[in-house]
Structure formats: C-alpha cells, structure tokens
C-alpha cells in the first residue's frame, strides 16, 4: 500500500496567490482529515470527510479557506488569496470507519511570502 | 469541551534512560486515547491506543495504561534509543457526532543522546 500520498511536498508561493494541495487517502478509507500544523498553534484539524461529505469545517481559519471531496481517492485545499500567516505544515490523514487509526501523508510544506 | 494536557517539552535523555511523558484530558464519558509520534520531517503515525478504562496500549517497548479516575494515559518506555528521537502526541476521541475525530496534545520533543 503506497500510504496517503499529498502533492506537492513544498509550495513557495507570493501573497495574494492561490493555492491548491492534494491529497489521495488510502484505498478502502472512508474518512478523510485536513490539519495544518504550526509551532505556534500545534496541528490543528480543518475539516474531515466522510464518504466523501463535509462532517465538520468548523476549524477553517475563514472564508479564504476551501476542501472538496469530489470521490473517494482525491480531496484539495484551497487557499485563495494566500497570506503570509497560512505559512504551515498541512497534513491529510485518513483512516478506515471503526479502526480509529488515522493514517498521515508526508505533508505539504506552505511558504507564503 | 474536550482537551488534552501532555507535559511540557522538550524532553532530553541519554541512551537506555527510562521515559515518561505525562498526558491528562478532559473529556465526558469514556473517550478512546492515543499516542502518536511524527519523525522529523515525516507525518505523524501511530504508536499505541486504548479504548476503555484499565487498557494497556503498547508498541516498539512504549506502554500506556488508560486510567480513568486520574484521567491519565501517561506513555513510558523502559529504555530509550537514539531512534527515539521524535515529537510525541497524545490525543483523544469522543465518538458519537466527532466520530473519527481527534483532539491532540500540544505535542513532547524528545531528545535521545548516544
């Protein structure tokens, strides 16, 4: 199994750009979670999916903030327009209904300049 | 609402020292716990769980025991190695409506020295 793979691993991006990241979770998973992860702030959830529905997005920061879940082996965030304070770690995880383990992907790096 | 407390970091050890890493929640009924570990530069993955009161999780030599009346689930390992080296989570999950849902600890760095 090739694990939860996102895409890109490092995004450098200017203010005011949009940005898209990726995430394919592992087959046979039917929930899927966005984190994002600063020192300042820890790992914080998003928002997660499942069977491909919105659950709960009551942690995206605001509006600039987007996640579809358009099938069950591909989700984006969006960001749009970016900011310097979106520089983060963001992490997709998934994890298979009664298992309770969340699988985490490598991570895409944020750099927003 | 639900919350968990792990100590305060980092944590620096020599090789074969014994580790302890305390986490406390607050949460109602009966959550399940957790403790994660994230490498450096990788996601985080998991180490071990409990699900109910007087479980013992346990993986690589970690250990965990859910305690309910001092809402503890405290990660040791008898003897730690250079590989150790990590950030450690401690989380909880409610079930119900936040089914799959963790809330995590602030996170422990631990240090391990040759």
């Known amino acids: ?113 | 609402g639900n919350s968990v407390t792990q100590m305060e970091g980092p944590v620096t050890l020599s090789e074969e020292a014994f580790l302890t890493i305390n986490c406390t929640y607050t949460a109602t009924g009966y959550p399940s716990l957790f403790w994660y570990v994230q490498y450096p530069g990788e996601g985080l993955q998991l180490l071990l769980k409990a699900t109910k009161a007087d479980d013992k999780g346990s993986n690589k030599g970690f250990e965990a025991t859910y305690r309910k009346e001092t809402t503890s689930f405290h990660l040791e390992k008898g003897s730690v190695q250079v590989s150790d080296s990590a950030v450690y989570f401690c989380a909880l999950s409610k079930g119900g409506t936040s089914y799959g849902k963790l809330t995590f600890g602030q996170g422990t760095i631990l240090t391990v020295h040759p």
């Open chain 1, 1 to 113: 199994d090739a694990g939860v793979i996102q895409s890109p691993r490092h995004e450098v991006t200017e203010m005011g750009q949009e940005v898209t990241l990726r995430c394919k979770p592992i087959s046979g998973h039917d929930y899927l979670f966005w984190y994002r992860q600063t020192m300042m702030r820890g790992l914080e959830l998003l928002i997660y999916f499942n069977n491909n529905v919105p659950i709960d997005d009551s942690g995206m920061p605001e509006d600039r903030f987007s996640a579809k879940m358009p099938n069950a082996s591909f989700s984006t965030l969006k960001i749009q327009p970016s900011e310097p304070r979106d520089s983060a770690v963001y992490f997709c995880a998934s994890m298979r209904g009664a298992s309770y383990e969340q699988y985490f992907g490598p991570g895409t790096r944020l750099t927003v300049t």
